[in-house]
């Protein structure tokens, strides 16, 4: 099937998880090496990406856009834009980081990455698991054989806010 | 409350760990299993030696990476750990570069700080290895493992190498670029048995960077190549030779005799040359002028005294360090030139009437001076009766000088001394760094001048 086209731009239809639709043009989407490959492999022109919450994909497409505008003259800006961009709860980046991921997009995912980085960065391992709402797994013994062998681990900023 | 970080991927876990220390990240492993299993895949191996019980746990820790084929993006070992039968760890060593090179390492770096004994790497067997992309060693030996013209393999996958304070000889050096023909980045600091460093033949070489030992002659004929950083041995000997380097944009000299016509030469051919960097050069009897460069942009000069004339018009940034009032004349004031910096160290100049003169007629050559910083020492001379004569202005001419960096640590106080460098720089604003009694003799002077 051939995409459907209005003057010369290419449009196609991302579906969200929850069947929400977004009309974009197609050069956006080739940011995206997996969406690259199947408007290029397989010529269609509604991809269906039910992993993605719409909230997420209202985001990503955000990015997709400021980026494709990116000049030398606005990078301050477009620096500033990817600061506030990350600057979300720490659910919602993850759920960011994870599509991203599976999108590839690749320069967006090391900012992403080093935004989850930059907050568990100095924190002990008890608020980092608070953070990131993690039940430990390990048995009583093994987390007191931690706790001997790597005392400095649960030492750190037991603050577990990240702001 | 849903446990949001254990719907992270692996590979997602990783590329997070990658962006945290190192010690930062060994400690998520015990957040919790799925973390643990994460760092003990990790793909980025870093390790530092500092012990025998350091080696025991890399030993452990590449086994493992060997017995569960679990593949490897990065591979680093330093070594700090000095030791007279160093070399009984040897064997192990090549053991734990076949690991990495066997899961697919992309990186790999080996970096002895105290070389005792040098490590003996095969680099055969290395670039064998077709998934290497950039290889990086410092202080290993070449030369042990004994090999032929026969040996030249084909590491198509090689895009960097560097190679600091390395025993390798003029024939293992060819063999080892013979064998990577497709190299982008080449980084050769120090090394030691090379007496001729040629760079030729290698279709995608976009940057060299070369520091040389006594008597090693340096050629280089690469057509793509883009930047090039060269430091000489020694600034009496002329021992570089760059051919055919017409697409150059970033060219940084240091140490060494320019030959007559050299530099004017490279400079008319290289018409894409933006950024030159010229430092302790012995440029001979003959002064230099690098003139009709349409290209350059950025133009830095350090301790080199014979530069004489400069006329780019399209230059945005000039620095000029030394310790000598410049003679330098800028033939057509670049439209364009948004910082121009001096930086003038005046170690054994004496510090009278003429020498301030020169500093006045120099600055006022060009329209302006964005910093211009002077440094001055103890030992400087001060002739005080001359520089009062300066009160009355024979020169009537105004420098512009932005900002005026002044460091001055003179025992005694100075007041013409002060009033000298106000005539003869014109600042529109001063920065000043000097002891207590100099400041305050500053203030007084100015208050003087105000009233």
């Known amino acids: 099937m051939a995409s459907s086209t209005t003057g010369e731009k290419k449009i196609l239809t991302l579906k969200g998880g929850d069947n929400e639709e977004f009309i974009l043009e197609e050069s956006l989407v080739l940011q995206s090496e997996l969406l690259k490959n199947m408007v290029k492999e397989e010529r269609v022109s509604s991809i269906p990406l039910p992993s993605i919450k719409s909230k997420t994909l209202v985001k990503i497409i955000e990015y997709l856009k400021k980026h494709a505008e990116l000049t030398p003259s606005n990078k301050e800006e ?10 979300v709860v720490l659910e919602e980046l993850l759920d960011i980081t994870v599509a991203v991921n599976y999108l590839k997009i690749n320069g967006l995912l090391e900012f992403c990455c080093q ?11 008890e608020a980092v698991r608070k953070i990131f709402r993690i039940e430990s797994d390990f048995t009583p013994e093994e987390e007191s054989e931690f706790r001997k062998e790597t005392p400095e681990a649960f030492e750190g900023d037991l603050d577990d806010t990240t702001n | 409350r849903t446990a949001t970080a254990e719907i992270l991927p692996e590979c997602l876990i990783h590329k997070i760990l990658s962006y945290l220390e190192y010690e930062e990240a060994a400690k998520m492993s015990i957040l919790s299993k799925t973390w643990l299993q994460a760092w003990l895949t990790h793909p980025n191996l870093l390790f530092r030696l500092y012990s025998e019980q350091d080696v025991k746990i890399i030993d452990q820790i590449l086994e493992r990476y060997g017995d569960t084929k679990t593949p490897i993006y990065m591979f680093e070992c330093s070594i700090y750990y000095r030791r007279y039968d160093f070399g009984k760890f040897f064997p192990l060593i090549d053991t734990w570069l076949t690991v990495a090179l066997n899961n697919g390492v992309k990186y790999l770096a080996y970096r002895d700080y105290l070389r005792s004994p040098s490590y003996p790497l095969s680099i055969v067997r290395t670039l064998a290895a077709k998934s290497l992309r950039e290889l990086d060693l410092e202080g290993c030996d070449l030369m042990r493992v004994s090999l032929s013209t026969s040996n030249v393999i084909n590491c198509n996958s090689l895009r960097k190498l560097s190679l600091h304070d390395v025993h390798l000889d003029d024939k293992m050096f060819q063999i080892l670029f013979a064998s990577c023909p497709l190299i982008v980045n080449i980084v050769i600091h120090h090394c030691v048995g090379l007496t001729e460093i040629e760079v030729r033949n290698l279709q995608k070489v976009k940057s060299v960077s070369i520091k040389t030992k006594k008597n090693q002659c340096v050629t280089i004929q690469a057509p793509t190549l883009e930047y090039l950083s060269y430091n000489g041995f020694s600034k009496e000997s002329s021992m570089l030779d760059i051919v055919e380097c017409w697409s150059l944009k970033s060219l940084e000299l240091s140490c060494e005799r320019i030959s007559d016509g050299f530099l004017e030469h490279l400079i008319f051919r ?23 460069s349409q290209s350059i942009k950025f133009l830095k000069i350090l301790a080199c005294e014979g530069i004489r004339e400069i006329d780019a018009p399209n230059l945005v940034t000039l620095e000029y360090m030394g310790s000598q009032i410049p003679k330098l004349k800028l033939a057509k ?11 003038l160290y005046c170690r054994n100049n004496i510090l009278n009437n003429a020498w301030f003169c020169e500093l006045k007629k120099f600055l006022s050559n060009s329209t302006s001076w964005s910093e211009v910083t002077l440094k001055f020492y103890q030992r400087n001379e001060i002739n005080r009766k001359e520089l009062q004569l300066l009160a009355n202005p024979q020169l009537n001419i105004y420098p512009q000088v932005d900002v005026l960096d002044v460091e001055i640590y003179l025992t005694r106080e100075c007041p013409a001394f002060l009033d000298a460098l106000l005539w003869s720089c014109h600042p ?20 003087y001048w105000k009233n």
């Open chain 1, 78 to 87: 477009f620096k500033n834009f990817e600061k506030e961009f990350v600057n």
């Open chain 2, 428 to 447: 529109t604003k001063l920065n000043l760094s000097s002891t207590y009694q100099m400041i305050t003799c500053f203030i007084d002077h100015l208050l």
């Open chain 2, 270 to 292: 290289s018409q894409f040359l933006e950024s030159l960097i010229l430092n302790s050069l012995s440029i001979g009897l003959e002064s230099i002028n690098l003139c009709g």
């Open chain 2, 333 to 343: 004031e670049s439209s364009q030139l948004k910082h121009s910096k001096l930086f």
């Open chain 1, 115 to 125: 935004a989850v980085a930059d907050r568990i960065k100095d924190k002990s391992v």
